[in-house]
């Protein structure tokens, strides 16, 4: 499927809808501008695709709505070249966000299938990063430290070991929550022993799968 002068229109009609709901930050919102969504979700949603909407993606998963990519992102505040984990690739669309802003990027996925399409997805639209199947909970310490940490599902506790691969100073963000509705947090590593949390609304994500739970 092709990038058409209707789907850009549509995106700058997206970046305002995102600027109306107090996304604030440039770079963010011209990432979004850039990024074309529609390769991300199912051809049968083409016209709806830069409606500020979830969508099925397969496997019980969903692409996030642009509000929640952005909101999240922004709290990140994501250098270039720094490296970041996430917990969750999906369809790919918050990976391509992240290596937009020139962020390293390693990103896990449990969907074994969703796993395999993004990884071949992804690099054929120009984004390349670092892919790995396991599990979301146990992150990717082999690679760590991480600058910062995006953990894309709802996560009923708070991740700790997660905050263990993060630097000092480093930043994550996660909702977390048990049920439908999460509270996003932002989580700053200080030291080994202590951290920072603020908390920025609720939303609502898939659940946070672990290996005790099937594909």
Request: net charge positive; proline share 5%.
């Amino acid at each position: 499927m092709q990038d058409t002068f209707r789907h850009k229109g549509l995106r700058k009609k997206l970046v305002e809808v995102l600027i109306n709901k107090g996304i604030k930050c440039n770079k963010v919102l011209n990432t979004i501008n850039n990024i074309p969504r529609h390769l991300f979700i199912d051809n049968a949603f083409d016209k709806f695709s830069y409606l500020d909407k979830a969508f099925p993606i397969g496997n019980k998963q969903t692409i996030s709505q642009p509000f929640t990519v952005a909101f999240q992102t922004e709290l990140l505040k994501i250098k270039p070249h720094e490296k970041i984990l996430e917990i969750g690739t999906g369809s790919g669309y918050q990976s391509a966000v992240l290596i937009s802003l020139e962020a390293d990027v390693y990103t896990i996925e449990r969907q074994k299938e969703l796993y395999l399409k993004t990884k071949d997805f992804l690099p054929k639209i120009g984004y390349k990063c670092n892919f790995f199947y396991g599990d979301g909970y146990k992150g990717l310490p082999n690679f760590a430290p991480y600058d910062k940490i995006i953990v894309t599902c709802g996560a009923p506790v708070l991740p700790k070991i997660l905050i263990s691969q993060l630097k000092m100073g480093g930043l994550m963000v996660a909702p977390i929550g048990r049920g439908e509705i999460q509270t996003m947090h932002l989580i700053e590593k200080i030291d080994e022993n202590k951290i920072s949390i603020s908390k920025h609304g609720d939303f609502s994500f898939v659940p946070m799968l672990n290996n005790k739970q099937k594909k």
